[in-house]
């Protein structure tokens, strides 16, 4: 076997995570709050542009209270992309609800206008709806928005995969009521474990913070009205996201030059695919994907067996939520009368290596065993 494994992406530390991990440590904040969590939170609110930002322990725990927040109770309906990752709709189950998941459609595998028009044939009033921007790549929120907007339900927004993508101009993650980004070791920015709610929401983000803390009252004692959590981010998870945000754009640039290098380099093979995002996004394509076509000899199996091989990970595409044993029982609402297109892109797609610690050199290995396979 090859020697140093390749990654799908990995931690990359690049400025000065460090140095800010040890301030943390020389002035003891080793604590979830501090100087750096402030810090995160204001840099976030410039950047996106966004009027609140509350860093937390994980994107799942900002989906959590921002589910809450749209006061999904019991019961409720909430529609969800379903070619995502499980964390998009665990939360709704944490309080009761109802996940429908909608389809996604072709040109950027996020969730599909004409599905999300049949959910709302089926279920007029669902309490929210979760649109997620997958792999980078931003959500069709021209086409979307209206939609919701008709239907006058609450959009929560999971970018916990698309931080620095845009659309428009526009921010991924400030398209919805409440927004979330993950802050996970392989995200695009990481603090080892964290995420952030984004909301324009003043009251909200109060509010989310006070859950996030325990739902501590402002009392002497501890008082208690609501039941609390410990979703708070530590400083010192902070710290390291706080250099790692110097670095963003740098970390958006290497991801799309890894993107486009495949793009070249399978140009001449008709059997893949790989979608380039329509001129009014830019996709940080955080995973490169590649999908294969339904008459491939080559199939993904063959692939990521010659990569794994070679000590290089690769990875399927997500397996879609309403295919998941766990969410059995929930409804799905497909783009068209063919094959679900979740279906068809959990079937023929594969995650490539996209780790930004990958040389340009490592990833012409990379490519040579894809392509070796062609020929
Ligand atoms: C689409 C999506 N949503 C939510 C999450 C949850 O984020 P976290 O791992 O920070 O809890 C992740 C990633 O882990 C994700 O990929």
């Known amino acids: 076997m ?6 799908l992406a990995s931690p990359q530390m690049l400025g000065k995570e460090r140095e800010y991990v040890k301030e943390a440590f020389d002035s003891n904040w080793i604590a979830p709050l501090g100087p750096f969590v402030t810090k995160l939170e204001d840099e976030f609110k410039k ?33 969800c992309s379903s070619l995502t990752f499980s964390a998009s709709a665990n939360p709704i189950i944490y309080e009761g609800g109802t996940p429908v998941f909608i389809d996604s459609e072709p040109d950027t595998y996020n969730m599909s206008p004409v599905a999300l028009e049949k959910a709302f044939n089926e279920y007029p009033h669902p309490k929210a709806v979760i649109i997620v921007s997958l792999y980078g790549m931003p959500a069709d929120f021209d086409k979307l928005l209206p939609i919701c907007k008709k239907h006058k339900v609450t959009i929560i927004e999971d970018a ?8 428009h101009g526009k921010h991924v993650g400030t398209f919805g009521k409440y927004n979330i980004i993950s802050f996970n070791g392989n995200k695009i920015i990481t603090t080892s474990g964290g995420g952030m709610l984004l909301t324009d929401d ?3 983000a109060e509010h989310a ?8 009252e402002p009392a002497r004692h501890y008082e208690h009205k609501e039941i609390g959590y410990n979703y708070r981010m530590s400083n010192v998870c902070a710290a390291i996201g706080c250099g790692q945000f110097e670095n963003l754009e740098d970390k958006v640039r290497m991801k799309r030059e890894i993107f486009y290098r495949y793009v070249e380099a399978f140009d001449d093979i008709d059997e893949i695919q790989m979608i380039t995002e329509p001129d009014r996004m830019k996709s940080t394509h955080w995973l490169s994907v590649m999908e294969l076509s339904n008459d ?37 609402f497909a783009h068209d009368d063919e094959r679900p297109v979740a279906e068809d ?8 290596p996209s780790d930004t610690n990958m ?8 490519i040579a065993i894809i392509k070796g396979l062609f020929a």
């Not at 892109?345 to 490539?352: E, R, S, T």
Request: with cysteine; glycine share 6%; hydrophobic share 45%.
């Open 2 to 7: 090859a020697g140093k494994r390749i990654y």
């Open 47 to 79: 950047y996106m542009p966004i009027g609140n930002a509350v860093a937390l322990s994980a994107g799942t725990a900002a989906l959590h209270l921002s589910i809450k927040l749209a006061g999904v109770k019991p019961g409720d309906v909430v529609f």
């Open 160 to 167: 916990a995969e698309s931080l620095g993508a845009t659309y």
């Open 202 to 204: 003043a009251e909200a």
């Open 209 to 216: 913070l006070k859950w996030a803390t325990q739902s501590r």
């Open 296 to 332: 491939s000899k080559v199939k993904p199996v063959d692939i990521m067996d010659a990569l794994e091989a070679e000590n290089i990970e690769s990875r399927p595409i997500w397996k879609p939520m309403h295919m998941q044993p766990v969410f059995s029982e929930c409804e799905f």
């Open 345 to 352: 892109i959990f079937a023929n797609g594969v995650c490539l």
């Open 359 to 366: 040389t340009e050199k490592e990833q012409e290995r990379v």
